[in-house]
Antibody, heavy 121, light 106 residues
Framework: QLLLQESGPGLVKPSETLSLTCAVS??????????WGWIRQPPGKGLEWIGD???????YYNPSLRSRVTISIDTSKPQFSLNLTSVTATDTAVYYC?????????????WGQGTPVTVSA | DIQMTQSPSSLSASVGDRVTITCRAS??????LAWFQQKPGKAPKSLIY???SLQSGVPSKFSGSGSGTDFTLTINSLQPEDFATYYC?????????FGQGTKLEI
């Protein structure tokens, strides 16, 4: 059974870098059948897609965040990570990691429980 | 970016009712459409992928239809546990985008 678990600091100061990790268990990250993604949800608001990474480090980012976001992958651990630089209060959200399949069936079928991050001095 | 517009934004219903939520894409997304259910404080749960395919373990009271730009999620025989917020999402083209959500209330 695939399990995804986010971890990282729950409080980040403005202008600093938000760093989160998603630990993967119960499935291989070396498969070419899946993408690994990050999605966030500000308090009381809807879902915002942040980006995807493939096992070969191919990445896709939301243009609204592209200048500040980096997603990386370590298939040996196995885990993938999110770095978001120069954060402001608008980056306060619950951050989810998720996995989706390649192709037409490729919606995010598996999600982590989410980790809340607050940006505040 | 592809805009996803859900309607209604909120919906009041009763136990036993059948409800339909619609999702419209700003351009053709073929059938690359997913539906999620989210309860307060929980991660979204995948219900439907490829517009009409039921995710494993999801009861058949949930069904999806549509292709191109217009899609629907139908929930039959509402039970208390079905009252939640529902989101559509397109994965036809990056950046992926979600609808604004439909809150289903008693």
């Amino acid at each position: 059974q695939l399990l995804l678990q986010e971890s990282g600091p729950g409080l980040v100061k403005p202008s600093e870098t938000l760093s989160l990790t998603c630990a993967v268990s119960g499935g291989s990250m070396r498969s070419n059948s899946y993408y690994w993604g990050w999605i966030r949800q500000p308090p009381g608001k809807g879902l915002e897609w942040i980006g995807d990474i493939y096992y070969n480090w191919e990445t896709y980012y939301n243009p609204s965040l592209r200048s500040r976001v980096t997603i990386s992958i370590d298939t040996s651990k196995p885990q993938f990570s999110l770095n978001l630089t120069s954060v402001t209060a608008t980056d306060t959200a619950v951050y989810y990691c998720a996995r989706r399949s390649v192709g037409a069936s490729g919606s995010y079928a598996h999600w982590g429980q989410g980790t809340p991050v607050t940006v505040s001095a | 970016d592809i805009q996803m517009t859900q309607s209604p934004s909120s919906l009041s219903a009763s136990v036993g009712d059948r409800v339909t939520i619609t999702c419209r894409a700003s351009q053709d997304i073929s059938n690359y459409l997913a539906w999620f259910q989210q309860k307060p404080g929980k991660a979204p749960k995948s219900l439907i992928y490829a517009a009409s395919s039921l995710q494993s373990g999801v009861p058949s009271k949930f069904s999806g239809s549509g292709s191109g730009t217009d899609f629907t999620l139908t929930i039959n025989s509402l039970q208390p546990e079905d009252f939640a917020t529902y989101y559509c999402q397109q994965y036809n083209a990056y950046p992926f985008t979600f609808g604004q959500g439909t809150k289903l209330e008693i």
